[in-house]
């Protein structure tokens, strides 16, 4: 099926420790964001790509790295991981601005 | 800053009950506003999206509306039944911007 494929779904870290969540998508979008949810803090955006090539920090950017290593695939890198970055998240992509967004099934991270 | 708020922040009803879910955002001056589902544990369905030049959306059973000077927007679910039982989330997407999500409405459809 046509989508947004995100990569592990959970994991479990040590503090310091570093890994890469991955994200491909299908569609052909040129737009690709990830996002963090957190109990009562809703979604938060750390870093979007409008297009291939760029990257921007969103909201809470501080802690991760992006790339966007082709117009499929978007990846999230967590090079010393705290215990404040246990979360869940999301990828997820659209054609462009004025357009909708199609979210992936989310990784759940854990760091102890 | 645009800032989007739901209420209620929780909702439960009897099966078969008409409803309607609302948010509400700060600046009028938006682009699209698109109601998402999410049930527990897992990502995000999109549900409708209401796009610049539109007041509503339809999709079965579901119904979204949008009134961009009084800053709101409306999910309105006839018939519920208890599989329509998910945190509902609306998001609206300022002009140049990326999307801003509400906190969500966590819906209970009781049997």
């Known amino acids: 099926n046509a989508g947004v494929t995100q990569t592990p779904k959970f994991q479990v870290l040590k503090t310091g420790q570093s890994m890469t969540l991955q994200c491909a998508q299908d569609?052909?979008?040129?737009?690709m964001y990830w996002y963090r949810q957190d109990p009562g803090m809703g979604l938060r955006l750390i870093y979007y790509?409008?297009?291939?090539?760029?990257?921007d920090k969103g909201e809470v950017p501080n802690g991760y790295n992006v790339s966007r290593l082709n117009k499929r695939e978007f990846s999230l890198r967590l090079e010393s991981a705290a215990p404040s970055q246990t979360s869940v998240y999301f990828c997820?992509?659209?054609?462009?601005?004025?357009?909708?967004?199609?979210f992936g099934s989310g990784t759940r991270l854990t760091v102890v | 800053k645009q800032e989007v708020t739901q209420i209620p922040a929780a909702l439960s009803v009897p099966e078969g009950e008409n409803l309607v879910l609302n948010c509400s955002f700060t600046?009028?001056?938006?682009?699209?506003l698109q109601w998402f589902r999410q049930d527990p544990g897992k990502g995000l369905t999109s549900l409708l999206l209401?796009?610049?030049?539109?007041r509503e959306q339809t999709s079965g059973r579901l119904n979204a509306s949008l009134d961009k000077s009084s800053g709101r927007s409306t999910l309105y679910i006839a018939a519920s039944q208890p599989g329509d039982s998910a945190t509902y989330l609306c998001?609206?997407?300022?002009?140049?911007?990326?999307?801003?999500f509400g906190p969500g409405t966590r819906l209970s459809v009781l049997p």
């Open positions: 569609m052909n979008h040129n737009s």
């Open positions: 998001a609206v997407e300022p002009p140049g911007q990326n999307f801003v």
């Open positions: 209401i796009q610049s030049s539109q």
């Open positions: 790509s409008a297009s291939e090539g760029t990257t």
């Open positions: 997820a992509s659209s054609p462009s601005y004025n357009y909708g967004y199609t």
């Open positions: 600046d009028s001056a938006i682009y699209n």
